[in-house]
């Protein structure tokens, strides 16, 4: 149905059973409840002593057999072992684990000064190895150099006083 014909009454969405609204309500109401009291059985009736013998039979078509004992294992003993090995394995690598010194004290001298050599590492990373408390700790600055000790270091360290200054 379109929209525009709504409004002029030709038809409508809405149908209605033929000769609807020509019966006679009364009539029929009053014909249904006639039929209603002819009508003796309804056609639901249980059978006599259905209920009073129903636990009996439903009590007869069940299994009376008992059935075999279901044997359940236990975890508690499993548990518990599983707990203390775990426990005893914890202390055990805790114990250990702390004996393990990684110190640099551990390194010798050698190994370091090849790893410093071979890595390449700027000053600044190296600063960044060095805290101020390893310096100032030490007494580094405090401690005073013969003029002796300074030229032994001079002459067996270093080749070329060239390439001392050009650096």
Not at 59 to 67: A, E, G, I, L, Q
Not at 107 to 136: P, R, V
Not at 138 to 166: C, G, H, K, M, Q
Request: glycine share 2%; proline share 2%.
């Amino acid at each position: 149905m379109k929209l525009k014909d709504l409004h002029n009454g030709k038809k409508t969405a809405f149908k209605v059973p033929k000769d609807y609204f020509n019966t006679n309500l009364e009539e029929s109401i009053l014909s249904e409840a006639k039929l209603r009291a002819k009508v003796l059985n309804h056609g639901f009736k249980a059978p006599d002593n259905y209920f009073e013998t129903l636990e009996e039979q439903i009590y007869s078509k069940t299994d009376r057999n008992p059935k075999a004992k279901v044997k359940t294992i236990q975890l508690k003993p499993w548990i518990y072992a599983a707990s203390i090995a775990a426990s005893l394995a914890l202390i055990f690598t805790l114990t250990f684990s702390n004996n393990q010194s990684n110190s640099i004290s551990a390194i010798n001298n050698d190994s370091l000064e090849s790893f410093i050599l071979d890595e390449d590492l700027n000053t600044s990373e190296m600063a960044t190895l060095i805290t101020d408390s390893d310096l100032f700790g030490r007494d580094i600055l405090n401690n005073a150099l013969s003029d002796a000790t300074i030229d032994y270091y001079i002459e067996s360290e270093i080749d070329d006083l060239e390439d001392l200054f050009d650096n």
